[in-house]
Structure formats: C-alpha cells, structure tokens
C-alpha cells in the first residue's frame, strides 16, 4: 500500500516594508473621497465651505495637470482662489 504524499510547509515570502505615504498620497486621496462631477456654473452664492471645496478642486486638477511633482502645491493653490474668486465674482454679476 502506497503511503500518502507528505506536505511540507513551504515559509513565505519575505513581506516588504510598508511604504511611507509621500505627501502626493494625500492629495489624491482626498481629492478621490472628495470626488464631484464638474460643474458648469459656481452657486450664485457659496458659503465659505463651499468656496474652500470650489478651490481644492481647481487647485487638485492644477496639480493634476502637472503630474503631481512637488513644489508646485502652493502656487496651485493661490492660482485655483484667484480663478475660484473671479468665477464668483462673474456669476454674481449676472
């Protein structure tokens, strides 16, 4: 009678290190949680939550735009406010 094949415990791999997340990480993250359908016109008028929303897209499509390198955050930013703030100031004169 033959006998059973054996199994033999093979060890596993070796895990990597987890991986430190880079500040890049973050804005994407929040910018997919935050995820909205574009909108065609600003709201007639904004409270400061939605301005602040308004501006974190614009400034994460800037960012988008340039591949997301370093260095460039704040200029997206204070671009995105000024673009955000003349979009209001347009809708509101209508």
């Given at each position: 009678m033959a006998q059973p094949p054996v199994?033999?415990?093979?060890?596993?791999?070796?895990?990597?290190?987890?991986?430190?997340?880079?500040?890049d990480d973050a804005v994407r993250a929040r910018a997919a949680a935050d995820a909205v359908p574009a909108r065609t016109s600003a709201p007639a008028h904004p409270d400061a939550a939605?301005?602040?929303?308004?501006?974190?897209?614009?400034?994460?499509?800037r960012a988008r735009q340039r591949d997301f390198?370093?260095?460039?955050?704040?200029?997206?930013?204070?671009?995105a406010e000024l673009?955000?703030?003349?979009?209001?100031?347009?809708?509101?004169?209508h």
């Open positions: 199994s033999v415990a093979r060890p596993s791999p070796p895990k990597s290190p987890p991986r430190t997340p880079s500040p939605e301005r602040q929303r308004m501006i974190a897209e614009a400034a994460y499509f390198a370093p260095g460039g955050e704040l200029e997206d930013w204070l671009s673009e955000i703030d003349a979009l209001l100031r347009t809708d509101g004169a």
